[in-house]
């Protein structure tokens, strides 16, 4: 990977030092205020606007506003009209759309497509703040408000709707978000480098339709367009026609010209040009530059299953930015043309991203409103972002890339010292020192140039892989500092574990148990067997044993009374009943009585998604006759999955005989401790004295420890916002905090 431009080496585009505004505009008073006439940039966003880097808006107009450029806000307009889109007058150079922290589908709809009573990024949790398909509507909202403004899209829902994919609650594959939304270019994943790019060079005067060299941007171009006539296209829009990919030389296979062979079949008087594997290696990458892999058409995947499992695999596998090709696929008369994924911010770049001028609060135009996400974060500290776990059913990878890209040490630290300085209620505990995985702080692939040819889904599935340093001193020596900074009277970790890792590392699990665990600690196993865990590409149970034995020895020696909190998914694909009764058995014998329990939910471009819409696996060679994955969609029998992991409620005794005695496991049924369910009903005095012997879940540590309450959305909703490192806010997409 060549070296990207650093992201504060651009000129202002404003002479002088424009200090900070408190808060980036929401109306044209506060404009006024600033001595502004207009905005250069307008961010609509389906969030409360809160001035606060864990919040997608903010980050990306504090990022821009340091840049030299005015930005205003525009939080959860009124869409029905175009006047909201009016508040502040007509950017300068473009409207920058988003849903929000989260896929706006996902915001508002539960895995059973109920619709939910709050919005956690809403004042006062109001919910309804936004439109289904938010990044459309905003975008055509705003063209409408001025005919010929620039639009550009971004954020978790336009990054993980770039391509045609299955939705699930439509139940139909749908078109990119780019046609729909009429969009001048699309952002996807971390944004900072395209944006900072693109907004510099359409303040230079260059149009923003003939910018399209920027990595991490997607575009519609006429039926086959190329940036130059030196590029080659790679067909991979049938099964049998995957498009050839060169092998990736070994880096360490050292090859002089001196020892090269020499022999050939061609007449001797022809000229052989003999090249050391570091020229071959070199010319390869100079082919794979100017390639474009062509998927399949949307107007084929749409109505074909196995074609769209394939277009999946062959999209995953041009992921990683230090070999990922361009991609193009058909939509009707035109393409959409997708740039390699962003190269990784370096650690100074991190640095100045979360060190900018915020005022970590919600806009004053809130009053004392409650927003549940703001209560959540306030006192938590980002230090990481990306995730090279490669969870199916999670998005980070795709949204954020698998390269760590980690904060530094002072940087870090400087954050905490400004939350007990300048964060109101501030009582001495830091709620979560972490990120999309706690503990994938500074780990890295041992070797660059391993890490730029690798094409692995996964660093740690179905083994840790070799080449990945697991070594976590660093992550020790930072809670250390953290610890000892003066007013700081705990330092918790919220966020998940990837905890095979940490088994790699006593050291570090003693560390977190002694010092950073408030009483429970979230882990997510997500199930007890083998089928599930090789879709989910999630690690046996003997890690999660492994694990526990260390955690339960290391509270045991702190004095401290501590749980482990697992949780598991229902109906993920791969899943069959037998699997979910063996969990349920596996639950009862280790005297779990889960409060909290969750469907999958097929979201926006995961591979599990695909393998729930095509029952085809992508994580290996999909033909027409390639395995078939099972695949649990019947609303009763999503519901019975659910039910098994709460065994214990009475409520769910009915549906579980019923489908115990249709497996042939009548034996379950009975009295006695050997068995899952009991013969009798139910009654509502039954149903009130079983629950009060549940596990004592988030909700109910939370009450007894003293934490802040858990995320809304039920305890496996999680994910990442957008336009910002995926972290452990409220329900999305993206399922962070779940390794």
Not at 426 to 443: E, H, K, Q, V, W
Not at 445 to 460: H, N, Q
């Amino acid at each position: 990977m060549h070296s990207p431009q650093n992201l504060y080496s651009y000129p202002r585009h404003r002479e002088g030092q424009i200090k900070p505004a408190p808060f980036l505009p929401m109306s044209r008073t506060e404009m006024d205020k600033l001595g502004w006439d207009s905005c250069d940039v307008i961010l609509v966003t389906g969030d409360a606007y809160i001035d606060h880097p864990s919040f997608g808006m903010a980050l990306v107009g504090r990022l821009l506003e340091a840049q030299g450029f005015r930005v205003g806000i525009i939080s959860q307009p009124d869409w029905l009209s175009a006047d909201a889109f009016r508040a502040l007058g007509k950017p300068n150079l473009y409207f920058g759309i988003t849903a929000g922290n989260m896929d706006s589908m996902v915001n508002r709809y539960t895995s059973d497509k109920k619709i939910r009573s709050e919005d956690a990024y809403t004042a006062n949790g109001e919910p309804n703040k936004r439109p289904d398909r938010a990044v459309v509507v905003y975008a055509q909202r705003a063209r409408e408000a001025y005919s010929d403004v620039n639009v550009v899209i971004g954020s978790i829902e336009a990054s993980l709707r770039r391509i045609a994919h299955y939705d699930y609650w439509s139940d139909k594959v749908k078109r990119s978000v780019l046609p729909d939304s009429k969009a001048d270019i699309l952002i996807f994943g971390n944004a900072e480098r395209a944006l900072v790019a693109l907004t510099h060079r359409v303040a230079a005067g260059e149009p923003i339709k003939s910018i399209r060299d920027l990595r991490g941007t997607a575009f519609m171009v006429p039926r086959g367009w190329k940036p130059a006539d030196d590029w080659s296209e790679v067909n991979s829009s049938r099964v049998d026609t995957p498009g050839r990919i060169e092998p990736h030389p070994d880096p360490y296979e050292m090859k002089s010209k001196e020892d090269a062979s020499c022999k050939t079949d061609k007449p001797a008087e022809q000229p052989v040009l003999i090249l050391t594997r570091e020229e071959r290696q070199a010319a390869l990458k100079e082919i794979r530059n100017k390639s474009v892999v062509r998927l399949p058409s949307y107007d084929v995947i749409k109505d074909d299953p196995v074609l769209y499992a394939h277009a999946s695999r062959v999209f995953h596998l041009e992921s990683n930015p230090g070999n990922a090709r361009a991609m193009v696929q058909g939509h009707g008369e035109r393409d959409v043309w997708l740039n390699p994924p962003p190269l990784p911010l370096a650690m100074d770049e991190m640095d100045h991203v979360y060190d900018m001028a915020y005022a970590r609060a919600p806009h004053p135009s809130y009053g004392k409103a409650h927003i549940p996400a703001w209560e959540m974060i306030r006192f938590s500290v980002n230090i990481m972002r990306g995730c090279f776990g490669g969870c199916t059913f999670c998005s980070i990878t795709e949204h954020e890339g698998r390269i760590i890209q980690s904060r530094s040490e002072p940087s870090i630290l400087r954050e905490i010292e400004l939350i007990r300085d300048k964060t109101k209620g501030f009582t001495g505990t830091i709620s979560d020192l972490g990120g999309p995985t706690a503990n994938m702080y500074r780990l890295a692939c041992k070797d660059k140039k391993i890490e730029e040819s690798c094409r692995r889904l996964s660093c740690v599935y179905p083994t840790i892989c070799s080449n990945l340093g697991t070594d976590h001193s660093k992550l020790i020596q930072l809670y250390r500092k953290a610890r000892a900074i003066p007013g700081i009277k705990k330092i918790l970790v919220s966020s998940g574990l990837r905890y095979d890792l940490a088994v790699r590392s006593p050291e570090y699990v003693k560390e977190l148990v002694t010092h950073h665990v408030g009483g429970l600690l979230k882990i997510a196993p997500e199930h007890s067997e083998e089928g599930p865990l090789s879709k989910m590409m999630k690690p046996g149970m003997g890690a999660y044993d492994k694990f526990k034995e260390l955690f339960d020895r290391y509270s045991k020696e702190a004095g401290k009374e501590q749980y482990l909190i697992p949780y598991f998914i229902a109906a993920h694909p791969g899943t069959t009943d037998e699997d979910m009764l063996n969990l349920a058995l596996w639950l009862k014998k280790n005297n779990f009585r889960l409060d909290q329990v969750q469907n999958f939910m097929p979201t926006p471009m995961a591979l599990a998604t695909t393998m729930y819409h095509s029952r085809k696996n992508p994580l290996h060679k999909v033909t027409a006759d390639s395995e078939t994955v099972e695949t649990v969609r019947s609303g009763k029998i999503r519901r019975l999955h659910k039910a098994l992991l709460r065994y214990h409620d009475p409520a769910n005794w009915e549906i579980i005989r019923e489908a115990l005695q249709r497996m042939g496991r009548s034996d379950l049924i009975g009295s006695s401790e050997r068995h899952l369910v009991p013969r009798h009903s139910a009654t509502p005095a039954l149903i009130a004295a079983e629950r009060r012997k549940e596990t004592p879940g988030p909700d109910k540590l939370a009450r007894k420890f003293g934490q802040n309450k858990p995320r809304p959305g039920g305890a496996v909703e999680r994910h990442a916002p957008a336009g910002r490192p995926a972290r452990k806010g409220p329900a999305t997409t993206v399922r962070a905090g779940r390794k």
